[in-house]
């Protein structure tokens, strides 16, 4: 599927995200927590969410492994494409948020 971001058009793709400026590698749940994201683009995605989408069980409240994959996406967007600053945010008691102004196609 190919969406549109400010920086430029990408594709999401097994083990990795193909834009026309960079491809980066993902691992599986970075994949998974993108895709989610890219799906509820502009409306907040809880923790438990994206955790059930990952490991189809329960969120544990003690888990950072979702904080630390959203760590690790925000940072190889951001080193591949400065642009991409910012598009993944923290809401506060509610998950995490991808936005961007551009429609998919």
Same mark, same amino acid.
């Given at each position: 599927?190919?969406?549109?971001?400010?920086?430029?058009?990408?594709?999401?793709?097994?083990?990795?995200?193909?834009?026309?400026?960079? /491809?980066?590698?993902?691992? &599986?749940?970075?994949? *998974?927590?993108?895709?989610?994201?890219? +799906?509820?683009?502009?409306? %907040?995605? !809880?923790?438990?969410?994206?955790?059930?989408?990952?490991?189809?069980?329960?969120?544990? /409240?003690?888990?950072?492994? &979702?904080?630390?994959? *959203?760590?690790?996406?925000?940072?190889? +967007?951001?080193?591949?494409? %400065?642009? !991409?600053?910012?598009?993944?945010?923290?809401?506060?008691?509610?998950?995490?948020?991808?936005?961007?102004?551009?429609?998919?196609?």
């Amino acid at each position: 599927k190919l969406f549109s971001f400010p920086w430029g058009d990408f594709t999401l793709r097994e083990g990795h995200l193909r834009c026309t400026t960079a /491809k980066l590698g993902l691992s &599986v749940q970075e994949r *998974i927590i993108l895709k989610k994201l890219i +799906l509820n683009r502009n409306q %907040p995605v !809880s923790r438990d969410v994206l955790y059930y989408t990952m490991w189809g069980k329960p969120y544990t /409240k003690k888990s950072r492994v &979702v904080d630390m994959h *959203i760590s690790a996406l925000r940072r190889k +967007l951001y080193s591949h494409l %400065p642009q !991409s600053k910012g598009c993944i945010t923290s809401i506060k008691g509610l998950g995490y948020m991808i936005s961007w102004t551009n429609q998919e196609k």
